[in-house]
């Protein structure tokens, strides 16, 4: 029951740490020797060196300019200068869409801004002029706080005054509707764009086809020429069968661990002469024999390089390393688009098709799954994740209940001394059980990413977009119900069995959230502000970055590695917006205070994460916005929600003759997006004949020779062949990629250090570095 | 509460009148005069001819031949003795398939002997050796029946002998699936089997294509022409534009009316040449002037046929008679398979593609409605059938209300004499509000498929589909639920709404289960038994026949008319077997006794059902057993549905703990649910590529120099320029259809007139008699 002035204090507390995330930020991104760690997309596109290069050497570390610190605050004019278009460019339009859910909340013709001053403009007065709760405390002692008096619940029972709520009900929905729809317009129109634009590129050509059904005469790969050439006789090209690399993948990774620590140890034998580095033997070199570390990391490197040979011969040989599942390329983008949309085989089981995603979007590990496995895992992480979302306090409390200070004490007597000290004892007992529940919130993400890549999805956007939504789904049971409701997530399971449906669900709801307002308006400051602020500094990179940098670094490649900025971070972003929209639909009919705070979030994350895309943020992949459908499906649920605790928060107010008028608004809502996805959702799951035989005309007329075959021939092959260093090894792939003609790169990469699965691929199928070398010389 | 006694009588009454229908089934189908209402199907095949053209006068009519009595009950073996195989080549697959449903109720390895054996020997002793309902009848005087000892409600609460209902539950549920899936596997295998082995039918080559995005400057034609050159250059072949003959068909109908009433009036005039008949020129013949009857019907005929010209004149000039669609042919089936599966155009809401359904199967009055419109027809329709679902008592009440004796005497005052009579007020109070339900009820199958034809389906069999879906939603509504718990449908919905989830659904339900046990053994006797009884004799077709062929018939063409079963009415039919479905696997953990009475019902269905398909159904389209899936899915909510209730009547026996293994059956289900559905639908949706290849290799190599063009050039034209028999209105359509080439059928008819629509199709297009006359002449 806070009042205006403990809201106060919860602002300016946020704020204050904000602006100090902000101004630090503003600070550090001048410095020269953070430059890798705040501009990372721009060395990565090669168009920016190292401003560490040139000066005297202090300016190699500390900016002593002083005018570019009273300019502290430009980032946020630059963020926003650069236009849609070119961001596409620069970025991929998965990053543009991602940004246009945030603008989707704030700007001029988006959802809230209107909402916010309609709600300010009738709703607020039409509360204020009440005075139930300055009665009730007269009367039962009622406590209230100033947020309430501009809520619902200061309107009196039975009132008449609530059809202003039910008619500002309809205006937003239908607002929202209409802006949600204007939006999946733009982008489905953005995204045929997009993909009429692009230049050739190799998934344009390539069906994934999996479930090739076993045969005792023929290898797989003779098989789907066959069938391919059977069946697609005037469209068919080439194929590449997908190779089980697994293990070897797992070696080359765990061959980079040790020469990182071999690294390691080399720089501090250079540094320090004196005394040559020894390490241990046994696991993470905490236990076991003391051995010379360079030595032994050589040693072990040697071994794995041995293996890792192995393995390749092993490949060669095995016919079980061939997995049941080709990429067939066809002759032009409408066989392939044929090809990806039919079935093909009388059982449905077999010779599954579907669109290749991107070579570098491939997650190559999963692509041999049967289909008869891939169902069964689908029930099981169904079931599990069910477990997850409902009973995850369980082990959460029994991890706490063993991390006290008893539990300690009789696990580990001799820190008993230690514990013992007042100041130690209350540390423990007041941040240990937080903690446990914090690293479990940490890891999650990580946790649903792995349950996503068990059920088997084929390409890290897939995955990505499925995480979200199971991400989505918990927050909104074990942050927004049990937060609404006190009670762990599996009391409100039960709870809900007991009791009735519109009883328990609508109206437990509907009369808790109101008074939940100042909780939810002090976890968006929290979380969303804060938060925000929080990754523009990016503390962890940055502290990640100079450790790396100082005891790892020795070329310019592994200085690339280290600064790294990875991708946006889809499966955890997208869900947290998706809370805020849950939040401000929510409130914006019951608490009216509430949409401003939620407009501040939209507009500082906007900014932030504008900025961060054009300097940090470097894609893995381009699905080109796929992901909008599912964006949309979240909002279209949450609005329904908040209409059904609408109905619930009416009926318990004396208003239950308005259920008539208010069951019409989910009906309309769900007839809405059905409408939606059979008009647009087309756009982002099939690829239509007419615009493969528009760009397959156009391309015939332009380039009457082009040689597709070899264009495509090692498009997909699986990155473990293509990123690796050792030339040596690679004698029998690089032997066979000679013989074909290269493709030149249209786009000329000033890069330093080839790194070509990262940059490339937009327009050229990434051909293997050691080709191109060879090819040079 | 029903003794096994009253179960008797009860039992005996059915058996009675089911037994006469029989019996008078079998004479009545012995006499010649009845022929044609019990052999229908033979006739219209051409191989069976009229008995009442040999022997004498008497034996025209009565078959007086002692010998045939003796074998009365020869229909059976008779019905029972045609193989599956032969059967799918006289009456089509649907027809097979849907004595499969049947099959699937009873046969040997099939879902209900099993079960029946199983619980009978398990279930009854285990119900039957405790003294629970003694024991209550002793303390609180309980009433119970012998039946209930044989139920659940005879074990004890808390009793662990629950177990074995669990386990037994287990076991039915695994029965029922493995079944399912054997039945779905083998249907599957039937149809792609009947697909592959089909001789050539137009709808292999021919895709509907709607939605055809309006052209200033091109016609419909020329676009569709046009856009397929271009986008399929290989595989188009020709199109013919969809006509909206609507208003003509109205015209041709309405003309067959007035012919039909001036062979009556010519008939009745022939025999009684004293008086020439007279008719009132008002609506029905009721009221109006009165005039010659013959003279009256002449000039009726004679302005229709005026009427009819014109409009087909306007039909050819008025660019608004064209409607946005097409029936677009390709050269190949693999051409069609591939245009039918992919999206055409960017905007997915043009250039919709789908199969075309047989030609005789389009419901042509649906294929001009765009995009939006079917959207909207989707939700009202959506809440139509939920009002009409949930509140159509309010306008029977109604009804009733005002059928009363007061009522009638307020309207009719001068009806009060008769109506006071006390046997005739008896009667009216007594019958008159029963009777408008029953009127509802009668005629609710025909408002369902408005229902459907005002959402848009494009064929007769989805339509059929639809309605069949929703009468089983009404009949579990409005038969099962409010049986079960009593009150109203929308009584029901309201406390459902009102009480929570786990208590209200299956807790009431659960209980309220076994009592009604005896309740719906009655209804299974008189609905099940004395219904298909009932159906087998075809009394309304009987009498319907016979004053047709005394009033109308004229030439053998009407008497064929006049005889025409019509197709076995799927959409009535298979809700009926759902819900006996539904009370099977309700009951049969609950009251094994109820099992043995749905087991006869099935048998009993199978020989009638098989009988009426052979001899008399005449199937109007061919699906090839589309309606599988909806089956599949229905029996499996059924499943589920039965577990749910289980698990509410557990918990209020005391075996509450049992919930957590009751619970993993729906899971399960659904699960398998799902698998089937990805493992199998796919056959009764898409068309694999490898199948449409194989057959046009097999064709091009049997027949290199077929003209395909003309086989398929008017093989999609609406059939009101087919069926008219009045060729000098069909010039212009004829001398178009005499360019073409005439592809000859392969099975000749023996038929005595042409009746094309009905029974050719199957192996080439019908084309229009008048053609085949001209060429013949």
């Known amino acids: 029951m806070a009042t205006f002035g403990d809201i106060g204090v919860a602002a300016g507390i946020n704020i204050l740490f904000a602006v100090a995330f902000l101004v630090a930020f503003a600070i550090l991104r001048l410095q020269p020797i953070n430059d890798r760690v705040y501009f990372p997309k721009w060395y990565l596109k090669g168009l920016r060196s190292s401003p560490t290069h040139t000066g005297s050497f202090v300016s190699k570390f500390v900016n002593l300019d002083w005018r570019s610190y009273v300019r502290f605050l430009n980032w946020v004019p630059d963020a926003l200068r650069m236009p849609e278009p070119e961001l596409i460019d620069h970025a991929g339009l998965d990053s543009a869409v991602y940004l246009r859910i945030y603008l989707l909340g704030i700007c001029r013709l988006k959802i809230f801004v209107p909402v916010a001053l309609l709600s300010w403009a009738i709703l607020v007065p039409v509360n204020w002029t009440n005075n139930t709760l300055e009665k009730s405390l007269a009367t039962d002692k009622v406590q209230y706080s100033d947020i309430d008096k501009l809520s619902i619940s200061n309107v009196p ?326 937060s609404v409701i006190a009670g762990t997530a599996f009391q409100q399971l039960d709870s809900f069995l007991h009791q009735s449906a519109n009883d328990r669900i609508p109206k437990t709801i509907g009369v808790a959230i109101p008074m939940k307002a100042t909780f939810f308006i002090t976890y968006v400051m929290v979380d969303g502000w804060a938060g925000v602020a929080g990754e523009i500094l990016r503390l962890k990179p940055l502290i990640f970055f100079h450790l790396k940098n100082f005891f790892l670094v020795k070329t310019e490649k592994d200085r690339e590695e280290a600064m790294d900025p990875g991708s946006i971070g889809f499966n955890t972003g997208e869900p947290q917006i998706q809370l805020y929209f849950l939040l401000g639909l929510v409130y914006a009919v019951v608490t009216p205070v509430f949409i401003p705070f939620i407009l501040v979030f939209f507009a500082l994350a906007y900014v932030v994460f504008r900025h961060q895309i054009i300097n940090v943020y470097n894609q893995e992949y381009e699905s080109a916005a796929a992901f909008w459908p599912d964006v949309h499906g979240r909002i279209i649920s949450a609005l329904v929600f908040s209409q059904l605790i609408l109905m619930g928060l009416m009926s318990t107010k004396g208003a239950a003759q308005s259920t008539p008028f208010l069951i019409a608004l989910p009906v309309l809502t769900i007839w809405f997006h059905t409408f939606c996805k059979g008009r647009y959702e087309s756009a982002f799951v099939k690829y239509p004949l007419q615009e493969a035989m528009m760009k397959d005309t156009l391309e015939r007329a332009r380039e009457p020779n082009l040689n597709l075959k070899s264009y495509l021939q090692y498009a997909y092959i699986h990155p473990v062949f293509k990123n690796d260093d050792e030339n040596e090894d690679d004698d029998d792939i690089n032997a066979k990629l000679e013989e074909s003609v290269l493709v030149p790169t249209k786009r000329h990469s000033k890069r330093s250090t080839p790194l070509p699965s990262k940059v490339s691929g937009a327009s050229s199928p990434s051909l293997p570095n050691a080709v191109s070398e060879n090819l040079k010389s």
Chains 1, 2 share one sequence.
């Open 157 to 482: 029972y039975g009132s008449l005054r609530f059809w202003t709520h039910i008619v500002m009900a309809y205006a937003f929905t239908f607002w929202t509707c209409y802006t949600l729809r204007k939006e999946y317009a733009t982008i489905a129109t953005m995204r045929l764009h997009f993909l009429a634009s692009e230049r050739r590129r190799p998934d344009q050509f390539t069906v994934l086809v999996r479930n090739v059904p076993p045969d005792p005469d023929e290898s797989v790969s003779e098989l789907v020429e066959h069938f391919f050439l059977v069946n697609h006789p005037d469209h068919y090209l080439t194929h590449q069968v997908v190779i089980n690399a697994n293990k070897l993948a797992k070696l080359v990774k765990e061959k980079k661990g040790k020469q990182n620590w071999l690294d390691y140890y080399q720089i501090k034998y250079s540094r320090n002469q004196s005394q040559r580095p020894v390490t241990k033997t046994g696991f993470l070199g905490l236990w076991g024999e003391t051995v010379d570390a360079i030595g032994y990391q050589t040693a072990e490197i040697e071994r794995l390089s041995k293996e890792i040979a192995e393995e390749r011969e092993r490949m060669k040989t095995d016919p079980k390393c061939i997995m049941p599942a080709a990429f067939v390329s066809f002759r032009t983008r409408w066989g392939a688009a044929v090809c990806a949309q039919t079935q093909q085989s009388r059982n449905p089981t077999f010779w599954l098709t579907e669109w290749a995603s991107e070579p570098r979007d491939v997650y190559w590990d999963n692509l041999a799954i049967p289909y008869v496995s891939l169902s069964i895992r689908r029930l099981v992480i169904a079931v599990a994740f069910f477990f997850l979302t409902f009973f995850f306090m369980i082990p959460v409390t029994i991890v706490q209940s063993l991390a006290n200070i008893e539990g300690i004490e009789k696990r580990a007597p001799f820190l008993k001394p230690i514990i013992e000290i007042p100041f130690i004892k209350s540390v423990i007992q007041g941040f240990l059980p937080g903690i446990a529940l914090k690293i479990f919130l940490i890891v999650l993400p990580t946790i649903l990413m792995m349950l996503a890549k068990f059920e088997g999805f084929l390409s890290i956007s897939s995955l990505e977009r499925r995480a979200a939504m199971r991400y989505y789904i918990f927050n909104f049971v074990n942050v927004f119900l049990v």
